[in-house]
């Protein structure tokens, strides 16, 4: 176990409204994901964080934003959800050591429904 | 433009006799890849990994193989067992050039099937 959790388990929102999505570890780990994952594509990473308040984006980042004031929360914001946002999203750490091939270790994920 | 492939959405074998997943690559700057297993409304979880400096990496009924040439990756798992069902995707990384490092890129996965 990883001690990654992720908040909500599940989510029911409309169209237009702002989402957020927690993820919190326990492992002090520097490096933190957000990834997601839908039908046909595997897993996509949105956006990442390699420390407090450093962030960059990742493959599909559009209509994403995110936020790390915290070592152990990593937030990922909908500013305003579309149904092409309705999907399974996974946070992952690994601890970044310089130099090292990392293992990224995954939290249980959220199941986003925009209707 | 996919980067790691996995051809074979789906995977049929029966319990007992040998899985084999494939994945290929075209970065040639990859130079570490795993293997994850993905149980429905679980996350993913990690199960091997190989270093590109190594051809084969064993973990219990677990190996990898890993051919550069080729740039391809196969998983074994022997004897394959009914909860091995699950999807399995690979992924790969390239060495650490700086903060934006240690990015994995997914294949679309493979769903495995071991009949009882």
């Known amino acids: 176990d990883a001690g990654i959790t992720q908040s909500p388990r599940h989510k029911v929102t409309e169209t237009g409204t702002p989402v957020t999505l927690r993820c919190h570890q326990t492992e002090n780990h520097r490096y933190m994901y957000w990834y997601r994952q839908d039908p046909g594509h595997g897993l996509r990473l949105i956006h990442y964080?390699?420390?407090?308040?450093?962030?960059d984006k990742g493959e599909v980042s559009d209509g994403y934003s995110v936020s790390r004031s915290k070592t152990e929360d990593f937030l990922l914001t909908l500013e305003s959800a579309t149904s092409s946002q309705t999907s399974v999203y996974f946070c992952a750490i690994t601890e970044g050591l310089a130099g090292g091939q990392e293992t990224q270790y995954f939290g249980p994920g959220t199941r986003l429904l925009v209707l | 433009d996919q980067q790691v492939k996995q051809n074979s959405p789906s995977l049929s074998v029966q319990e007992g006799r040998i899985s084999i997943l494939n994945c290929d690559y075209t970065?040639?700057?990859?130079?570490?890849f795993l293997w994850y297993k993905k149980y429905p409304a679980e996350g993913p979880t990690f199960l091997i990994s190989i270093s590109s400096i190594k051809d084969k990496n064993e973990d219990g009924r677990f190996t990898v193989f890993l051919n550069k040439s080729a740039k391809h990756l196969s998983l074994h798992i022997v004897p394959s067992q009914p909860g091995d069902s699950a999807v399995y995707f690979c992924a790969a990384s390239a060495a650490y050039s700086g903060a934006g490092s240690y990015q994995l890129t997914f294949g679309k996965g493979t769903k495995l099937s071991v009949i009882p």
């Open positions: 970065n040639s700057m990859f130079d570490y």
């Open positions: 964080s390699y420390g407090v308040k450093d962030t």
